[in-house]
């Protein structure tokens, strides 16, 4: 195994433990009746919030091991049926959270980055699922990297808010919550997106069939 090769599995060790660590805390509040959330939000009934958190909470424990290659290679079967489980998680997860996303109660630029968020999750989820469907694998993965990147917008959310907080309290930013999550709601997935889409760059492509010389084209 090469130096490169331990580094990306690092890097997926990372990702992976804190995509199921959020995704298992969200699935624990959703097995226990929320009950144990010191929160009243208007939104956070259950076809809000709720399905929105439990959703979200299978995709993100299931995600990060959709790009394991050895999974792929020796269990191609099972790689699917998380896969599956994967898109329906986010297709559920995504509509429900943009349904009430410009309902938030940290007001409209929270909402709108909530909603932009769905708006984009969706149907990235899906181009994933119809390229896999089309044979397109290289189209498939490429979606399935946005649409995870857009997943773990929920990691990254929560590492930011206890930031923010430090920041407030330094003296820094605004102490003021809502002032920070207004922003974290943009600042939690459009940095993720971007790493994506650099990442995406430098995937190869895949190789043209060469042309025998002399033939022509019928």
Known sequence: MTAGSVGNYAIWGVIAFLSVGVGGYALFHAATGFVHLPIMNPMFDPWGLQAHVAASGVAML??????????????????RWIG?????????????????????????????????LA?????????????????DFTAHERWMI??????FG?????????????????????SDFVWSYQYIAWLAWVPNLIAAELFVATLRKPRRPKVAPGASVA
């Open 154 to 174: 929920a990691v990254t959310l929560r590492l930011q808010l206890p930031l923010a907080g430090y920041l407030g309290a330094q003296g820094l930013i605004p």
């Open 119 to 135: 708006v984009l999750w969706v149907p990235f989820t899906l181009l994933a699922l119809r390229s896999a469907m089309q044979k």
């Open 146 to 151: 946005r649409s995870f990147a857009l997943t």
């Open 62 to 79: 299931v995600g990060a091991f959709q790009f394991l290659k050895p999974l792929r290679r020796k269990a191609p079967r099972l790689h």
């Open 84 to 116: 599956r489980i994967y898109v329906a998680a986010c297709v559920i997860g995504g509509l429900a959270g943009g349904s009430i996303a410009l309902s938030s109660t940290a007001g409209p630029i929270a909402g709108w980055g909530f909603f932009m």
